[in-house]
């Protein structure tokens, strides 16, 4: 029987955030966070069983249902259209809901319910060299995530790609050992962006694309990726200001600034995209010991200068104001990742930081506060799939 585990990092916005919006270059990486899935075939059952510890649930779907399902729409659209599937999915996941009575669930889990069936769909229609394919065994998921859902940590993308990564295995794509060749990688990637496509409609493919591939990437809307290639990971802190905020409303809340002082707001566009240019070479030389300090001071003003032209167009918040002045007054840097108005802060860490007393009182006062802390680093590998051992 089929077993295995995927761990699928989550990522944060080193630089660039909101500007990216308007076609400027964005930095993001991977953090040490993430997704981990478990799976397990079982012998004897005809379930596919989702427990999602992070929305509190387990859902299930009936495979005979499920490869009724398949047949259905090969019938109707016998040549490959998973342009069509998605719509299928939405309309027959519906209809089982309906179908098992009681409360609608919440929206999340609508979603995570939709994504499920769509990637597991997409997977088997597609599988190389079978399209008859169905399901026959059952198996088990189980899904655990250090990442806060709607905070900006890409917590949909890494439960996307580990999903993916999950169903192309099962339907014969790749295999344990194979999952790493940039063709799958890239299979990968598409699927989790189509899993976003699920709870985020237009999605820029970032998440998708470096919780998948790992490192940090440099982004331009419309221009596609490079990936940056780094020494080694950055220390960090991820503070949660447990503030939660809608992204949409505070991108359109930049909108509409920009619209009363154009003028102003493209100058700070122009300010970030001058301090991701500034950022790439102290991030790519960062690590190999040459003024290794000197680089770590400069990334630390740039910090600071993101942060100050994130407060400029109104995305901080008391409690992210907070977080900044405790970190500052014990001589750290920080600033806000990704929407802002609450979510995350990253502070940045020096080398052998677990040595320096000063830190675990920085510790201390943001535990005491109220935040909660995550010693991890940005920038280290991506998406893997390891053995499982009961």
């Known amino acids: 029987m089929l077993k295995f585990q995927v761990h699928s990092p989550g990522k944060v916005i080193l630089h660039g955030e909101h500007a990216v919006v308007y076609h400027r270059p964005a930095l993001a990486a991977v953090v040490g966070l993430g997704t981990t899935l478990r799976f397990r075939q ?164 970032l998440d998708n694309t470096v919780c998948t591939y790992g490192g940090m990437l440099r982004y331009v809307k419309g221009q596609g990726f490079q990936s940056l290639k780094i020494q080694k990971p950055l220390n960090i802190l991820l503070v949660d200001s447990r503030v939660s905020r809608s992204t949409a ?12 002082f154009p003028q102003l707001i493209e100058a700070i566009w122009h300010a970030c995209e001058e301090l991701v240019i500034a950022a790439v070479p102290l991030y790519e030389s960062f690590g190999n010991a040459q003024d290794d300090s000197a680089k770590f001071e400069q990334l630390e003003r740039l910090f600071q200068i993101n942060n100050d032209l994130l407060k400029a167009i109104g995305v901080s918040h008391p409690k992210l104001e907070q977080i900044f002045t405790i970190a500052f007054k014990r001589g750290f840097f920080s600033k806000l990742t990704g929407a802002g108005a609450g979510g995350y802060v990253i502070v940045l860490l020096p080398e052998n930081y677990e040595c320096n007393e000063v830190y675990w009182k920085l510790k201390e006062e943001l535990e005491s506060a109220g935040f909660g802390v995550h010693v991890t680093t940005a920038g280290g590998e991506g998406l893997r799939v390891s053995s499982l051992d009961d």
Do not use: M
């Not at 249902?65 to 939405?90: G, M, Q």
């Not at 995530?145 to 192309?168: C, E, I, K, N, R």
């Not at 409303?249 to 009363?260: C, Q, T, Y």
């Open 249 to 260: 409303d505070i991108v359109a809340k930049v909108r509409h600034l920009g619209e009363a």
């Open 42 to 205: 079982l012998e004897d059952s005809q379930v596919a069983s989702f427990q999602l510890e992070a929305l509190n649930c387990t859902l299930e779907i009936q495979l005979p249902e499920f490869n009724s399902f398949l047949a259905e729409f090969r019938s109707k659209y016998p040549s490959d259209s998973t342009a069509k599937l998605l719509e299928a999915v939405r309309a027959e996941v519906s209809k089982q809901l309906e179908r098992s009575g009681g409360n609608a669930p919440k929206q999340h889990t609508q979603r995570a319910f939709v994504s499920i069936y769509y990637l597991l769909a997409g997977a088997v229609l597609s599988a190389p060299g079978d399209t008859k394919l169905t399901l026959q065994t059952g198996f088990q998921v189980q899904v655990d995530s250090q990442l806060t859902v709607g905070a900006g940590l890409g917590s949909s993308a890494s439960f996307g790609a580990a999903l993916a990564t999950t169903f192309l295995i099962l339907a014969g794509h790749f295999d344990r050992d194979s999952y790493l060749a940039e063709a799958n990688q890239a299979l990968i990637s598409t699927w989790a962006f189509e899993s976003e496509r699920v709870n985020h409609g237009t999605p820029s493919g």
